[in-house]
């Protein structure tokens, strides 16, 4: 079993920044690939980017392209999101997700077997 724990979420300005940070847990050994993904209310959830674990390719949603950062830190077990350019739209709840097959890197929410249980982030315009 793997656990996963998000935090980082929180209220920024348009235009502001935030790191969201998910420390994972458990078989640790057993995931591949690592992803995070947003879900508004009312609507389904999206991917957002996500990242091999040891090789290091990332994949990204085009609406975050050029803004949003996936990275991991091997020594902390922790994989990072960070957030610039933030607008009104990116509000959602945040969530991360480990699955153990990485190629090619999924993008879809049932490729995934583990999730975290959410952080909010509210971009205010």
């Known amino acids: 079993q793997v656990q996963l724990v998000e935090t980082g979420g929180g209220l920024v300005q348009a235009g502001g920044s935030l790191r969201l940070s998910c420390l994972v847990s458990?078989?640790?050994?057993?995931?591949?690939?690592m992803g995070w993904f947003c879900q508004a209310p009312g609507k389904d959830r999206d991917f957002v980017a996500a990242i091999d674990w040891f090789g290091g390719d990332t994949i990204y949603a085009d609406s975050v392209k050029g803004r949003f950062t996936i990275s991991r830190d091997f020594a902390n077990n922790t994989v990072y999101l960070q957030m610039n350019s933030l607008k009104a739209e990116d509000t959602a709840i945040y969530y991360c997700?480990?699955?153990?097959?990485?190629?090619?890197?999924?993008?879809?929410?049932?490729?995934?077997?583990?999730w975290g249980q959410g952080t909010q982030v509210t971009v205010s315009s």
């Open positions: 458990g078989r640790t050994f057993s995931t591949r690939a």
């Open positions: 997700a480990a699955n153990r097959l990485s190629s090619p890197l999924p993008r879809a929410v049932p490729q995934y077997e583990w």
